[in-house]
């Protein structure tokens, strides 16, 4: 599958335990999305890379988020002391060029109890 | 703030039936339009739309983009029960990220 993949596609975790998604963009895309779907809503941005660079921050990031991309290659997505609220599915996305359209991962689906 | 809205929320019909799904945007510097369909996962890609390219056409699917009116519209012939799912529309406008802006989704049904 040379798509977009997230790990892991579930994740149960009690509040305040911090947990990290990972994202493998398509391989020769050098653009990197983060966004948050929660139930009933459209995903909302979170976050970009081009390449290694981390280019722009929602405010949804609170300071209890963080991405990386250290080589420009897959991403994680860390978000510390968990509260219940962040239960959502976290999607990754990626393209290639800015003028061509972002190809989605499955996600993957935090809860938090 | 950026803004896009989709409307019906939600839309039951029949097999054979056709539908069209809108949306409707505010916001800076207009790049494209998209639209996904998402069924149980991941958002998979339709359309883009833009300036240059205001309509497009696969199979049974075609869109829209009126850029006067700042709407769009996915029309759908012929419906099946596999086109059931919840379609988004987004819309990327100006910044360095180029980030999508999403409405909340039209839900789908389609009955035999």
């Known amino acids: 599958d040379t798509g977009v993949s997230q790990d892991p596609r579930h994740k149960i975790t009690k509040r305040g335990q911090n947990v990290t998604f990972r994202c493998d963009p398509i391989?020769?895309?050098?653009?990197l999305y983060w966004y948050r779907q929660t139930l009933g809503q459209g995903p909302e941005f979170l976050t970009y890379?081009?390449?290694?660079?981390?280019?722009?921050k929602s405010r949804l990031l609170s300071d209890r988020f963080s991405a990386e991309r250290p080589k420009g290659s897959f991403s994680t997505l860390e978000i510390q002391r968990t509260e219940q609220g962040d239960s959502a599915m976290y999607l990754c996305?990626?393209?290639?060029?800015?003028?061509?359209?972002?190809?989605f991962g499955q996600g993957t689906r935090l809860t938090v109890v | 703030e950026d803004k896009v809205v989709q409307s019906p929320l939600s839309l039951v019909v029949h097999e054979g039936d056709t539908v069209t799904l809108n949306c409707s945007y505010e916001?800076?510097?207009?790049?494209?339009l998209l639209w996904y369909k998402q069924e149980k996962k991941a958002p998979t890609f339709l359309f883009m739309l833009?300036?240059?390219?205001i309509e497009k056409k696969s199979g049974r699917l075609s869109s829209i983009l009126d850029k006067k009116e700042l709407s769009s519209i996915l029309n759908i012939t012929a419906t099946q029960t596999g086109d059931s799912a919840i379609y988004l529309c987004?819309?990327?406008?100006?910044?360095?990220?180029?980030?999508?802006?999403f409405g909340s989704g039209t839900q789908l049904t389609v009955l035999p």
């Open positions: 833009t300036s240059s390219g």
């Open positions: 996305a990626s393209s290639f060029r800015r003028d061509t359209e972002a190809f």
């Open positions: 391989s020769e895309h050098n653009r």
């Open positions: 890379f081009q390449n290694e660079a981390q280019l722009e």
């Open positions: 916001v800076t510097n207009f790049r494209s």
């Open positions: 987004a819309v990327e406008a100006g910044g360095s990220a180029r980030q999508l802006t």
